[in-house]
């Protein structure tokens, strides 16, 4: 079930950052235990992979707090976010130990898609609420939250790899989070519906 966890806490972490839980794995697989990299996922603690994946984040931390680039940020990361996702979902070994599953095991793929979708709907939910804190803000909310997305993907990944089940409350607290942004966005929405002629 831990390890359910960890893969469901880092899948999430990627769709807020898809670089965060990437590196975070990499950086504890090389420098502790607390990740063992399964057969196949060795190349996620390259530290030329590495210095990659940290140059990329670097790029995502400066063009995610500019309003308007923000969102064509965004659109790029559709792909980028759920195949993170997949990747720290499985490279966690947290496929293959799901419940001791057996078919688990045996179908390697059920971890990837298992991160995907975890990170593609973290993923669409920040895309949604974006552009509307960019036009409630007049873009000044945009580096602030790009900044609590970022702290919150580090949290995340951190949680889901060293107390998993906390993943849970995490959860929990994302889940409201979304419900309240979903809120605000419909909100929005129909105030400008009625302005409009």
């Known amino acids: ?10 899948s999430t972490a990627a769709g807020l950052n898809a670089y965060i ?9 090389n420098f502790t235990d607390a990740v063992k990299l399964p057969d196949g996922y060795t190349w996620l603690s390259n530290w030329g992979v590495l210095a990659v ?10 063009l995610d707090k500019i309003p308007a680039v923000d969102s064509v940020n965004d659109l790029i990361q559709t792909a980028v976010r759920p195949a993170s ?3 720290v979902f499985s490279a966690t070994t947290a496929a293959a130990e799901l419940d001791n599953s ?3 095991a045996e179908n390697p793929w059920m971890g990837w898609l298992l991160g995907i979708v975890v990170a593609l709907a973290v993923h669409a939910l920040k895309t949604t609420a974006r552009p509307v804190v960019n036009a409630g803000t007049a873009g000044v909310g945009a580096p ?17 790899i ?7 409350l995490a959860l929990i607290v994302l889940a409201l989070l979304a419900w309240w ?3 605000k966005v419909r909100r929005v929405r129909r105030r400008a519906d009625r302005r409009s002629p």
């Not at 079930?1 to 880092?10: D, K, S, V």
């Not at 839980?21 to 697989?29: C, K, M, R, T």
Request: aromatic fraction near 6%; proline fraction near 3%.
């Open 1 to 10: 079930m831990f390890a359910a966890l960890t893969g469901l806490g880092l």
């Open 21 to 29: 839980p990437l590196l975070v794995v990499g950086i504890l697989a």
């Open 162 to 168: 060293f107390t998993p089940v906390l993943v849970i």
């Open 144 to 160: 602030v939250v790009s900044t609590v997305e970022d702290a919150g993907s580090l949290g995340m990944s951190l949680i889901a």
């Open 85 to 87: 996702g997949g990747v």
């Open 102 to 104: 057996t078919w688990m």
């Open 53 to 62: 994946i940290a140059v990329l984040l670097a790029a995502e931390f400066v």
């Open 181 to 183: 942004a979903i809120r």
